[in-house]
C-alpha cells in the first residue's frame, strides 16, 4: 500500500463548479498536510498548508483534515478556469533531524468556461 | 524577491550519457531540496541539502546519481550513466531552514528525456 493515494482523475467540471479533491495516506506519522498546485510545465506552489484536524479556509479554498480516517480533502467553491492545474496533495513526517515531504500522485482539474 | 532558479529547462540525451542540472535557490534559504517527478507521478525527494551537508539521500540512486551543494548555496546534480528510466523533471526546492512549518517554494524544473 503507498503511503499516500490520490485520484489521478482527470476531473473536468464546468466554470463555478464546487470541486471536491481527496487523499488516503497510511502513515499515522504524518503531522502536518498541504496542497499544492502545479500549472503545466512549472514547479508546484503552496495552496493550504494545515496540521490539525477540522477545516481551514482561504477565500474559495478549504482544506479539510480527519486524521481519524486519515483522509484530507481540498473543495474549490465557484471554480474559474485559471483553476486548472494538477494539484497536488503532500505530507510531512519528521525523520531524524528533517521534515520528509511525501506527495500523491496529483488529481489533474480541468475547469471549462 | 526572485524565485528558486534552474537550468536547464529542457535537456535531451541518450542513453548511458551523462547530464547535470544546475539549481539557485532562493537567497538565504539554508535547506535546498531535488525531486524527481515521472510523469504522472508526484515529485519524490531524492536529496536534501543543510547548508553545504547532506541530511537524507536515502532515495537518491547512488550508483548512478550524485549531487554537490559546495558554499552552501547553489546546487548541481548529475546523472552518469543515464538510463531511459531517468526520463522525468527534475524539480529544486528551497526552504528558510527545513524547519516544520515551513513553506518549500519550488522551481520550474529541468525536463530531461532520455533516448
Known amino acids: 500500500q503507498k503511503e499516500v493515494e490520490q485520484d489521478p482523475g482527470p476531473l473536468s467540471v464546468p466554470e463555478g463548479a464546487i470541486v471536491s479533491l481527496n487523499c488516503t495516506y497510511s502513515n499515522s506519522a504524518f503531522q502536518y498536510f498541504m496542497w499544492y498546485r502545479q500549472y503545466s510545465r512549472k514547479g508546484p506552489e503552496l495552496l493550504m498548508y494545515t496540521y490539525s484536524s477540522g477545516n481551514k479556509e482561504d477565500g474559495r479554498f478549504t482544506a479539510q483534515v480527519d486524521k481519524s480516517s486519515k483522509y484530507i480533502s481540498l473543495f474549490i467553491r465557484d471554480s474559474q478556469p485559471s483553476d486548472s492545474a494538477t494539484y497536488l496533495c503532500a505530507m510531512k513526517s519528521p525523520g531524524g533531524s528533517n521534515y520528509k515531504l511525501t506527495f500523491g500522485k496529483g488529481t489533474l482539474l480541468t475547469v471549462n468556461p | 524577491e526572485a524565485g528558486v532558479a534552474q537550468s536547464p529547462r529542457y535537456k535531451i540525451i541518450e542513453k548511458r550519457q551523462s547530464v547535470a542540472f544546475w539549481c539557485n535557490p532562493i537567497s538565504g534559504h539554508a535547506t535546498l531540496y531535488w525531486y524527481q517527478q515521472i510523469l504522472g507521478q508526484g515529485p519524490k525527494l531524492l536529496i536534501q541539502?543543510?547548508?553545504?551537508?547532506?541530511?537524507?539521500d536515502s532515495q537518491l540512486p547512488k550508483d548512478r546519481f550524485s549531487a554537490e551543494r559546495l558554499k552552501g548555496v547553489d546546487s548541481t546534480l548529475k546523472i552518469q550513466p543515464a538510463k531511459l528510466e531517468d526520463s522525468a523533471v527534475y524539480l529544486c526546492?528551497?526552504?528558510?531552514?527545513?524547519?516544520?512549518?515551513?513553506?518549500?517554494?519550488f522551481g520550474p524544473g529541468t525536463r530531461l528525456l532520455v533516448l
Open positions: 541539502f543543510q547548508n553545504n551537508g547532506v541530511v537524507d
Open positions: 526546492a528551497s526552504s528558510l531552514h527545513g524547519d516544520r512549518e515551513e513553506t518549500q517554494y
